[in-house]
């Protein structure tokens, strides 16, 4: 029973530069959010998909962040034109259910994304 | 903005001690959960709370969910270092599918 992998697990970046971010969840899992986790911080919401559709991008901090799950199963997250205050753990978590009660979320190891 | 405020936000202490971790804020939550963070991974759900009042243990930690479901507590008796992370709650706001997360409390126990 594999559980949720994000890779790569480091990047660094150039200002300026695009990256993309990868998350694997646990295969059948109907919810998958993405949260950002600055240095000794709580993970913050970006957004979230049920199956394939993304139901709420009200945490992407600006337009340059995108996110993606076009089979509803492995997410992208694409961050464009990359700045210094992205700098960041992102976090993938897939829960078996549809969000709206209390579920358990399964949280991948983060993608720690430094940008110079 | 909904906010969970944490504290202490640091916390060392010795084996074998009693701590208590505090997560407040001034909006109604219809869940709450607790997670612990070691570094290089993603948190673990230790536990969710549902009821006001509801008092829930594991193993030598109990969590409490206060009567306003506004605030919880998450107590450790007789800490270990393997207790050793960052611990985090997170609240679901009702009629949300979000979680908030608490600031975080660190805690360190020392051998």
């Known amino acids: 029973g594999a559980g949720v992998s994000q890779s790569p697990r480091y990047k660094v970046a150039k200002r300026g530069q695009d990256v993309a971010l990868r998350c694997d969840p646990i295969?059948?899992?109907?919810?998958l959010f993405w949260y950002q986790q600055a240095l000794g911080q709580g993970p913050e919401f970006l957004t979230y998909?049920?199956?394939?559709?993304?139901?709420?991008k009200s945490g992407l901090p600006s337009d340059r962040f995108f996110a993606e799950r076009p089979e509803g199963s492995v997410s992208t997250l694409k961050i464009q034109r990359t700045q210094q205050e992205d700098s960041a753990v992102y976090l993938c978590?897939?829960?078996?259910?549809?969000?709206?009660?209390?579920?358990?979320?399964?949280f991948g190891p983060g993608t720690r994304l430094l940008v110079l | 903005t909904q906010l969970l405020e944490q504290s202490p936000q640091f916390l060392s202490i010795q084996e074998g001690e009693n701590l208590t971790v505090y997560c407040n804020s001034s909006?109604?939550?219809?869940?709450l959960q607790w997670y612990r963070q070691e570094p290089g991974e993603g948190p673990v759900l230790l536990v969710t709370?549902?009821?006001?009042?509801e008092v829930k243990k594991l193993k030598r930690l109990t969590f409490q969910f206060g009567d306003a479901r506004k605030d919880s507590s998450l107590h450790i008796t007789a800490a270990q270092p393997g207790d050793t992370g960052l611990y985090l709650c997170?609240?679901?706001?009702?009629?949300?599918?979000?979680?908030?997360f608490g600031t975080g409390t660190r805690l360190k126990v020392l051998a």
């Open positions: 295969s059948g899992h109907v919810s």
């Open positions: 978590a897939s829960s078996l259910v549809v969000a709206g009660g209390p579920e358990t979320q399964y």
């Open positions: 909006s109604v939550f219809s869940s």
């Open positions: 997170a609240g679901e706001p009702s009629g949300t599918y979000k979680y908030i």
């Open positions: 709370v549902v009821t006001g009042g």
């Open positions: 998909f049920q199956n394939e559709a993304q139901l709420d």
